[in-house]
């Protein structure tokens, strides 16, 4: 066994697994290790947070932490090595391999050497032909070698290495001898004209923040605008102090406020950067209706305090959204033709027998919808229990991938927040989604006369390629009906 066989053996290199369904980067939020540390086979090393949700990562090794390839905050591509361990610290010191130029913590910064990969391969093969020297024609003259060599870099996907400039006698003399350019900062090269030099993670990063690359100074070798430079061009910074000297002030426009200092730009990514890109999609892909009405849900609050004071209900969490989300099942138990999906590539309606009831949830990295799983044959018991570990979840940014996929409908509860109702948008392959607002005292006409009655609002949202009118509002119309007189839990269930 050679000496960088076992090099390698005793190092080993964790990478970013896909933590969800397809998704192909996620952001490192909190490393819990350290180098030096001792870890062991499945303990968590770190949090990260993919398009929907906040994941802990277990090491599949055991040993001493050698290296953290990335730092925290940054997103990282599925497949890239982010830790590296080394799995028999005894054996004395050793070098660490090297970290692949798309893995390393700076990997647009590694210079390319020989084949380099690409999306697609591994480009050209170095080219082991060479072309015969081009005899200069009269009058023409000979193209520099720098610019010879930034063009077969830029060919070659890097820039040319830095040489200095050959001057080209020109037709004419100029009559003063031109300017001298300024000299390029410390640590940067000048780029070959043409194309920005960046690798596609850079490219993509520059395009999802909105930065050109043409206006960016890189700080990379040869020239490569790296992932620190587009976050530099991404952040505000104070104008850096000019020479002393006449300072020339425009007066502002009377009325004029300066609103650019009082702004804040924030980065969208994550799971708001995936919420906003399936509410934009379902929004236009799924033509929404939706309708209102407004129940008289008094017999349904007082049954929510009697539930609480029932010994099979002891221990879990009730309230009147355990029974809304009772009523919402019971209903389509009544209209199964209403929970469907619609299959776009088959041109079909796929009806589901079962129902994966959705809970929107907001939390501190953005809106999120897991669900009950086969929620429609569950127990009230059984209901308010999962109910009450999918919201403790949600609250602690532990909800996983697969807890939000496969929904069927969803409930929104705007309520909480004082809002009488909403016009809520279909989460994405979902039939319907009700939003149940806040209950309120107010004057109601109940049994001939005027009284004060706990009154609240419903809306359902639904796919009309689904739900027509009729089966809509019967749907709706059930959720009150029960909402309004809770014992038809027992007599329609």
């Not at 980067?25 to 062991?40: F, M, N, R």
């Not at 309230?319 to 041109?347: C, G, T």
């Not at 009950?372 to 949600?394: F, H, N, R, Y």
């Amino acid at each position: 066994m050679t000496a960088s066989t076992a090099n390698a053996q005793r190092f080993r290199e964790f990478k970013m697994p896909d933590v969800g369904e397809g998704l192909t980067e996620a952001e490192i939020l909190k490393w819990y290790v350290q180098p030096g540390d001792t870890v062991t086979d499945g303990q968590v090393v770190c949090e990260v947070e993919t398009a929907k949700a906040a994941v802990e990562l277990p090491i599949p090794y055991t040993g001493v932490v050698h290296e953290l390839r990335f730092g925290e905050g940054v997103t990282v591509d599925v497949g890239t090595a982010i830790i590296a361990i080394d799995t028999d610290p005894g054996a004395g010191p050793a070098e660490a391999p090297a970290a692949a130029p798309q893995e390393a913590a700076a990997d647009e910064e590694a210079e390319p050497q020989g084949r380099q990969a690409v999306l697609v391969g591994y480009g050209a093969a170095p080219s082991s032909t060479k072309r015969r020297a081009r005899k200069p024609q009269p009058g023409v003259p000979a193209q520099p070698e720098p610019a010879k060599a930034a063009l077969q870099a830029e060919l070659n996907g890097r820039a040319a290495p830095a040489a200095p400039a050959t001057p080209v006698a020109p037709a004419v003399q100029p009559a003063q001898p031109a300017p001298a350019a300024p000299a390029a900062p410390a640590g940067s090269a000048v780029p070959a004209a043409g194309r920005p030099l960046a690798k596609p993670p850079v490219r993509k990063l520059a395009k999802d923040l909105g930065i050109d690359l043409a206006t960016i100074l890189p700080t990379g070798p040869d020239g490569i605008i790296t992932r620190e430079d587009v976050h530099a061009a991404a952040t505000p910074t104070a104008a850096p102090a000019e020479a002393p000297g006449p300072v020339a002030v425009a007066a502002a426009e009377p009325g004029t406020v300066d609103t650019a200092a009082r702004e804040r730009r924030v980065p969208v990514k994550g799971v708001r950067k995936a919420t906003a890109q399936a509410m934009v999609a379902s929004a236009f892909t799924a033509p929404h209706v939706t309708e209102f009405i407004t129940v008289d849900v008094t017999r349904t609050m007082k049954l929510v305090q009697e539930l609480k004071q029932d010994p099979d209900m002891a221990g879990l969490r009730v309230n009147p959204l355990l029974l809304v989300a009772k009523a919402f099942l019971v209903a389509l138990k009544r209209h199964p033709e209403a929970n469907a999906a619609w299959d776009e590539a088959n041109q079909e309606i796929v009806y589901k027998d079962y129902v994966n009831l959705g809970i929107a949830a907001a939390t501190p990295r953005g809106l999120i919808v897991p669900n009950i799983k086969d929620a429609g044959a569950k127990t009230l018991p059984q209901l308010a229990s999962e109910l009450g570990d999918l919201v403790a979840t949600a609250r602690e940014g532990k909800t996983s991938p697969a807890a939000m996929a496969g929904g069927t409908v969803t409930i929104t509860n705007v309520g909480v927040f004082g809002v009488d109702t909403g016009t809520p948008i279909l989460n994405p392959g979902e039939s319907a989604i009700l939003a149940f607002g806040a209950v309120k005292l107010q004057p109601w006409v109940h049994k001939g006369k005027v009284k004060a009655r706990q009154v609240t609002t419903l809306a359902l949202s639904f796919d009309h390629r689904l739900v027509d009118g009729e089966l809509g509002s019967k749907l709706l119309a059930d959720v009150a009906a029960i909402l309004e007189r809770p014992k038809r839990l027992i007599t329609w269930g």
